[in-house]
């Protein structure tokens, strides 16, 4: 089973709003990450956590907070964001080693009106 | 010079053709190597790995891996409609993430 879930699919949210994404695997992988996707562009690294701690952080704003509560669970904390944060949040996870596939899960389509 | 690079097509075979998809890569310490097929709409889907020099098949997929050349590519036989989708070559440098190229959008012909 390689399942990697995602919840909400849509979301639409004003920019004064805060609003979470939440990801969960349960293919006991030790490395799970966030990465947004743009229009006819590839997914952008945002983080990614191994072991549940974070280990990659790519400069991303502060209005995004990522979360890892347990090996299973991925959260993106979304808070004041800019109409041109709006993308397709994409979730994925590995076993973490180098020679790991990642898995992704099937999105959030996100709107910042 | 981006870190991957692929043509964006598209690439246009037709029906039970060969196609075949390159990407080169910048960092010659790149480890691992991965093609990832994505429908309008979808996510990206794992469909390929390959770690060693030479070739790796997969029922219709063969995956080809040049470390010195710093070029995979991606051969997808007896192509199908089906087939007709963006497919992204992803690299691990080592850093246990991955860096994709902007993608190669595949249209099979019936």
């Known amino acids: 089973d390689t399942e990697v879930t995602q919840t909400p699919k849509h979301l639409v949210m004003g920019m004064t709003n805060k609003k979470s994404l939440k990801c969960e695997q349960h293919m006991g992988h030790r490395a799970m990450y966030w990465y947004k996707q743009k229009a006819k562009k590839p997914p952008e690294l945002m983080f990614v956590?191994?072991?549940?701690?974070?280990?990659i952080n790519e400069s991303v704003p502060s209005r995004f907070s990522p979360e890892c509560p347990n090996s299973s669970l991925l959260n993106l904390h979304l808070h004041a964001l800019q109409p041109e944060d709006s993308a397709l949040y994409l979730c994925?996870?590995?076993?973490?080693?180098?020679?790991?596939?990642?898995?992704f899960g099937p999105g959030t389509r996100l709107t910042v009106t | 010079q981006k870190e991957v690079e692929q043509n964006s097509g598209p690439l246009s075979v037709p029906e039970g053709a060969i196609a075949s998809l390159n990407c080169t890569y910048s960092d010659r310490g790149s480890q691992s190597f991965f093609w990832y097929r994505q429908y309008s709409g979808k996510s990206p889907e794992l469909i390929m790995s390959?770690?060693?020099?030479g070739d790796k098949e997969d029922g219709r997929f063969t995956a080809q891996l040049n470390k010195a050349s710093q070029y995979v590519s991606l051969l997808i036989r007896d192509s199908q409609p089906s087939d007709s989708a963006t497919y992204l070559c992803a690299v691990d440098t080592g850093r246990r993430a991955l860096t994709f190229g902007s993608g190669t959008r595949l249209q099979v012909q019936p």
């Open positions: 390959i770690y060693s020099n």
């Open positions: 994925a996870s590995s076993q973490g080693d180098k020679l790991a596939g990642q898995y």
């Open positions: 956590y191994s072991y549940e701690k974070l280990s």
